[in-house]
């Protein structure tokens, strides 16, 4: 493998992480209410018989502010919040129950935040079976969760597995106490050991940790030691995300001292000591930032080259039509994107007035499709036929350093990525990205490459 101390330092610029194409900042021709309803029944069409739906639920309430958060969040310690926030969620659905000829199938269900377990479990119950009522749910649906450590109790793990959860995503970040003390996240090792082993105990068939690398102050140490007890804990998934610097977009960053926090190399070996670790205790590394147990649907799904990737990173599914309800949530049905109104107040007042809440959102071109797909194709399987001719001149001498640099090869017509290419795959794929030649909305929009 080629040395990747020099690939860094030439490659680390701000790039997207493509967990959509074409990327957010580069949105344009938003959807009208009308237009919108049309990609929304042609998605249904295609995708409810087949495949079923995906349903993403933003539940933004978080009772501290973690300093690190790249999220949408409202944080607030009065739970009176809870009542109207689901009720404005039924209405949300019952916006898109009013455009579907059948019964919905949901085949995924996922609740995202914030903290989804800031809400009481009877809350969330309430919230579920009013899903419930209104559709069916597919033969082994994938329903999962997103749990804080140090607010998930019985109630939530008991109530959640009996509505069909199987799965739960626990925010962990780091296990250093001074690190913690930094991004103000506090949870002890015991207390995740204590949610983990409740979990498993009620039945949860998959439990994926959260880890991010670059965080003010980590160090090969502490890193080791966190990875040390992530592997003892044995999450069938981990996310070992890179820390995404942005403070000009969340000034909660501001609240440490930018000059302690790793870069370039020194982040990058962070990374990849996590990586050997994880490796030597038995996980597959899934596409970018993700690994798992080879017992794992994530790991036979990149197996059997079904990989997709969406806003909440890698799944083993895709449907065509995910619908994204709540404050800040995107809505995908493949041929365009929406975005809600990010501003709590701003949603309640859109849904008060029995409209989609769109922010903003984007209906793909035929050449946007095309891109997407090979970006796609890319993120999950490494590699994508060789579409030379839609490649600008920019690209092009992208494409020559990246195979100079043993980034990526063609092989039979295809762009492959090399296992020096695996560790700058953002990079890798900005090769198909027409909009990135926007510097300026790229250097204020990204997060660096590591
Ligand atoms: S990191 Fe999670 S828990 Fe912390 S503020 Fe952000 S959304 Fe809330």
Redesign the pocket.
């Known amino acids: 493998m080629k040395a990747l101390a020099p690939l860094i330092r030439k490659y680390n610029k701000p790039i997207p992480r493509y967990t959509s194409y074409p990327t957010v900042p580069f949105w344009s021709n938003s959807p009208n209410q009308e237009q919108w309803k049309s990609h929304v029944k042609n998605a249904f069409k295609k995708s409810n018989d087949k495949e079923g739906i995906s349903i993403y639920v933003h539940l933004p309430f978080?009772e501290?502010?973690?300093t690190?958060?790249?999220?949408n969040?409202r944080?607030t310690v009065n739970h009176k919040v809870e009542s109207p926030y689901i009720e404005a969620l039924k209405k949300e659905f019952n916006l898109y129950l009013e455009l579907f000829d059948s019964k919905p199938i949901i085949s995924e269900l996922h609740l995202g935040?914030?903290?989804p377990t800031f809400f009481s479990a009877d809350h969330l119950e309430d919230l579920i079976s009013y899903f419930f009522e209104h559709s069916e749910i597919s033969e082994n649906a994938n329903m999962s969760f997103e749990a804080?450590p140090a607010n998930t109790t019985y109630e939530h793990l008991e109530t959640l597995y009996r509505l069909g959860f199987k799965r739960l995503s626990l925010?962990i970040q780091d296990f250093d106490p001074h690190v913690q003390t930094l991004i103000n996240?506090h949870q002890t090792v015991e207390q995740v050991e204590q949610v983990v082993s409740l979990a498993r105990s009620i039945g949860y068939e998959s439990i994926n940790f959260d880890l991010i690398y670059g965080l003010p102050d980590q160090t090969i140490d502490s890193v080791k030691h966190t990875v040390y007890e992530v592997i003892r804990l044995k999450p069938e998934r981990i996310a070992f995300y890179s820390y995404a610097h942005v403070p000009w977009l969340k000034p909660g960053q501001r609240k440490y001292d930018e000059s302690n926090l790793p870069s370039g190399n020194e982040k990058f070996k962070l990374y990849e000591e996590g990586r050997e670790m994880l490796e030597q205790a038995g996980y597959h590394e899934i596409g970018m930032d993700h690994f798992a147990l080879s017992n794992d649907s994530l790991f036979n799904s990149m197996y059997k080259g079904t990989l997709h990737r969406n806003f909440m990173g890698y799944t083993e599914r895709h449907t065509q039509l995910m619908i994204g309800l709540g404050v800040s949530s995107i809505s995908d049905t493949y041929t365009c994107f929406a975005q809600n109104e990010k501003k709590l107040e701003d949603y309640y007042k859109r849904i008060d007035e029995n409209e989609f809440p769109i922010f903003k959102g984007h209906q793909l071109s035929d050449d946007d499709l095309l891109r997407r797909q090979l970006i796609l194709d890319l993120m999950c399987r490494q590699k994508a036929e060789l579409k030379a001719e839609i490649l600008n001149s920019g690209s092009i001498v992208l494409l020559d350093e990246m195979m100079s640099d043993n980034m990526v090869a063609i092989i039979d017509n295809q762009l492959e990525i090399t296992n020096t290419g695996k560790a700058l795959l953002r990079n890798c794929c900005s090769i198909y990205d027409a909009y990135l030649a926007d510097e300026v909305k790229s250097t204020n929009m990204f997060s660096m490459a590591v």
């Open positions: 978080c501290s502010l973690c690190y958060c790249g999220c969040t944080i935040g914030g903290t804080h925010g996240r």
